[in-house]
């Protein structure tokens, strides 16, 4: 199975300032690595898909890249519905093993 | 507008058996893999298990294998998941989600269905 491990585990930010998380695989695969974001109750949201696809309607603000075994999510200029916990999930083997989550949180 | 919406989750014993439902709307259900996902309370998500457009191929995680069965109607747009000899760890939201039809994933996702496995 490959191990999905995202970092940091959760992250303190403001308003207005450009955020990175990282997800970083136990082995290469192609590039079916997906980013959701979920909203404490809800279900999560698919915000880029195949590492860089920006889904329908998402704000530009959200990015996605990298390649092999390394890859980020951006966000440019925080917003204040941003706040949210993060998960990346690579869809290139079964299992579809998801990142543990990265809990962005207001400095 | 792609709707999924779950049923059947509730408390169950350990031991028991359960099966859960979704029902989906807005799309061409017969043309689209579908997963189901969980998320035990205060947990990250878990992939659990995925059925091809005509129910001929499905994947399970390890965790589920032997114990849970995926299936679907496609005559009545209908998803499912039969969950048998249910423990405590199996206690979660199941979400169902539709796979992604540009590349493998998910792209739509329920609201979920809590199942709580104790006695």
């Known amino acids: 199975d490959i191990q999905m491990t995202q970092s940091p585990s959760s992250l303190s930010a403001s308003v207005g300032d450009r955020v990175t998380i990282t997800c970083r695989a136990s082995q290469t695969f192609n590039n079916y690595l997906n980013w959701y974001q979920q909203k404490p109750g809800k279900a999560p949201k698919l915000l880029i898909y195949?590492?860089?696809s920006l889904q329908t309607g998402v704000p530009s603000r959200f990015s996605g890249s990298g390649s092999g075994t390394d890859f980020t999510l951006t966000i440019s200029s925080l917003q204040p519905e941003d706040f949210a916990t993060y998960y990346c999930?690579?869809?290139?083997?079964?299992?579809?093993?998801f990142g543990q989550g990265t809990k962005l949180e207001s400095k | 507008e792609v709707q999924l919406v779950e049923s059947g989750g509730g408390l169950v014993q350990p031991g028991r058996s359960l099966r859960l439902s979704c029902a989906a709307s807005g799309f061409s259900f017969s043309d689209y893999w579908m997963h189901w996902v969980r998320q035990a309370p205060g947990k990250g998500l878990v992939w659990v298990s995925r059925i091809s457009p005509d129910g001929s191929r499905t994947d399970y995680a390890d965790s589920v294998k032997g114990r849970f069965t995926i299936s679907r109607d496609n005559a009545k747009n209908t998803l499912y998941l039969q969950m048998n000899s249910l423990t405590a760890e199996d206690t979660a939201v199941y979400y169902c989600?539709?796979?992604?039809?540009?590349?493998?994933?998910?792209?739509?996702w329920g609201q979920g269905t809590l199942v709580t496995v104790s006695s």
């Open positions: 989600a539709r796979g992604d039809n540009r590349v493998p994933g998910i792209d739509y």
């Open positions: 999930q690579q869809s290139d083997s079964v299992p579809h093993t």
């Open positions: 195949a590492a860089s």
